[in-house]
């Protein structure tokens, strides 16, 4: 199983909206809405933003946001906050019943 | 609250074993399917295992099926995962995760998102 596809870097400034797009195929993003978002910031464990292509756990900020078209799921950031840099993760469930993650995106906030 | 606490890592040489532990806290271990998902130096995210709340069914990423065994003892609310036959490529941060999935009327797929994890251990195999 290939790994999703992210974009290695995004950058945006404190104030503007980023969006983070992660593609893969129709056996995993475009076969399943069980698409989820991770952040994670340098030396530390990964946390979850979003699950189910969309869904917010409880105490994740309303600036994050999800959704899926196709074969790409995207992850918005509205209103970049400086502690918002970070790698950000997505990850699919597959056809194989197995789970793929994306390679990261480096988010700058500049 | 929820705690996830690994341990065991270190350095190993190639053919080697060496067995990670994850010590949980805070919520009702057996009723969750756990994971351990590794993370390469400097790269990206790989689910390795997953393993139902009762250990009666496993799950591994091709990789290290046949090398890996993914366990637990709910009595001690302990994920085990032993690792046989090491490989440099296997040189990797080792987070424990609590995995999560949505059943619907029709479908119960594996978990395939993680709500909590470690804080994770290294296990470096090099000569």
């Known amino acids: 199983q290939s790994a999703l596809t992210q974009p290695a870097s995004v950058s945006g400034s404190p104030g503007q909206s980023i969006t983070i797009s992660c593609t893969g195929t129709?056996?995993?993003?475009?076969?399943?809405?069980?698409v989820s978002w991770y952040q994670q910031h340098p030396g530390k464990a990964p946390k979850l933003m979003i699950y189910d292509v969309s869904n917010r756990p409880s105490g994740v900020s309303n600036r994050f946001s999800g959704s899926k078209s196709g074969n790409t799921a995207s992850l918005t950031i509205s209103g970049l906050q400086a502690e918002d840099e970070a790698d950000y993760y997505c990850s699919s469930y597959t056809s194989s019943s197995t789970l793929v993650f994306g390679g990261g995106t480096k988010l700058t906030v500049l | 609250e929820v705690q996830l606490v690994e341990s065991g890592g270190g350095l190993v040489q190639p053919g080697g074993s060496l067995r990670l532990s994850c010590a949980a806290s805070g919520f009702t271990f057996s009723s969750y399917w756990m994971s351990w998902v590794r993370q390469a130096p400097g790269k990206g995210l790989e689910w390795v295992a997953n393993?139902?709340?009762?250990?009666?069914?496993?799950h591994y990423v091709d990789s290290v099926k046949g090398r890996f065994t993914i366990s637990r003892d709910n009595a001690k609310n302990s994920l085990y995962l032993q690792m046989n036959s090491l490989r440099a490529e296997d040189t990797a941060v080792y987070y424990c995760?609590?995995?999560?999935?949505?059943?619907?009327?029709?479908?119960?797929?594996?978990?395939?998102?993680?709500?909590?994890w470690g804080q994770g251990t290294l296990v470096t195999v090099s000569s």
């Open positions: 995760a609590r995995g999560r999935r949505y059943c619907s009327s029709t479908t119960c797929p594996l978990p395939y998102y993680f709500d909590y």
């Open positions: 393993i139902k709340q009762d250990g009666s069914e496993e």
């Open positions: 129709n056996s995993d993003v475009g076969g399943y809405n069980y």
